[in-house]
C-alpha cells in the first residue's frame, strides 16, 4: 500500500511519465455475494464475493494506486508454503461491486517500471475547467 502511494505522489509531483501512469494492468476482479462488506465482516472475503466467477479487468496505474491507497479491504494472498502470491483489495466505493487481485509479480513490475522512469520533458497545456495547467511528462 504505501508502494502505491510512492507512485501516486512521483506521479502528482509529475516525476514519472504520464505513459507510466496509464499503463494498463491486468485484475482478478471477484464480483460481490448479497452479503455487504462492511467494518465488522470485511475479512470473510470467501462469504462477501464470489470466488468462482472470476473475471479479467483492464485498469490503470492511477486506478489501481487509487483503490491501493483508499482500501478497505486490503488482504495478502499466501500459498501453501506462506510465499506471497498477490493482494486482494477494494476501496471503501468498490467493495460494493467486487473484490480486486493482483499478483506479488504484476506489482513487482510496476515498481520496476516506475522507478526506472525519469522523465525529461513536459508538456503544460491550460485547463479553463480547473484554472489551472494539465501536464504531461515524456521520456522524449
Not at 505513459?19 to 494498463?24: G, N
Not at 479491504?73 to 508454503?81: A, C, H, K, T
Not at 509479480?105 to 489551472?132: H, K, M
Request: hydrophobic content about 35%.
Amino acid at each position: 500500500m504505501l508502494g502505491f502511494y510512492s507512485v501516486r505522489k512521483l506521479h502528482e509531483a509529475r516525476k514519472i511519465s504520464t505513459l507510466t501512469m496509464k499503463q494498463q494492468i491486468v485484475l482478478r476482479p471477484h464480483p460481490c455475494s448479497k452479503i455487504p462488506a462492511t467494518k465488522l465482516n470485511w475479512h470473510n472475503l470467501d462469504e462477501l464475493y464470489d470466488p468462482d466467477k472470476e473475471k479479467k479487468e483492464t485498469r490503470g496505474l492511477s486506478f489501481i494506486s487509487n483503490q491501493m491507497i483508499h482500501s478497505f479491504i486490503f488482504s495478502p494472498n499466501f500459498d501453501e508454503f506462506r510465499h506471497l502470491e498477490g493482494v486482494y483489495f477494494a476501496s471503501e466505493k468498490q467493495r460494493h461491486k467486487s473484490l480486486l487481485y493482483v499478483s506479488i509479480e504484476r506489482i513487482a513490475s510496476l515498481f520496476e517500471l516506475v522507478g526506472n522512469d525519469y522523465p525529461s520533458s513536459a508538456q503544460y497545456t491550460w485547463n479553463p475547467e480547473t484554472n489551472d495547467y494539465d501536464v504531461e511528462a515524456t521520456n522524449e
